[in-house]
């Protein structure tokens, strides 16, 4: 699976240590994201996180979710939160 600009999710190190981290937590399956065709993982049925271009992770949080640790994470300036847009939670590096 690519992105836009051409690169694959193996050239992403961002990705990659997200994958990584995920594969300690738990059994994460590899697969093409519901929404594009991005990479993305899955616990289940359930898509957990997609690449959403290089060095910008979708996190697939709920609401509830977010508000329970939102406050962790204020001033962080690698997350973007905005609960207007469609995918309210974005992670840049």
Do not use: N, Y
Not at 27 to 51: I, M
């Amino acid at each position: 699976m690519g992105h836009e600009s051409g690169m694959t999710d193996e050239d992403d190190l961002i990705w990659l240590a997200v994958v990584d981290l995920c594969e300690e937590l738990g059994p994460v399956e590899h697969r093409a994201s519901r929404w594009a065709d991005k990479p993305a993982l899955f616990l289940g049925r359930r898509e957990v996180a997609h690449a959403e271009a290089p060095g910008r992770i979708d996190p697939r949080i709920t609401a509830k979710g977010w508000r329970a640790q939102a406050a962790a994470f204020t001033g962080d300036p690698s997350i973007h939160h905005d609960q207007a847009a469609r995918v309210p939670l974005r992670l840049h590096a």
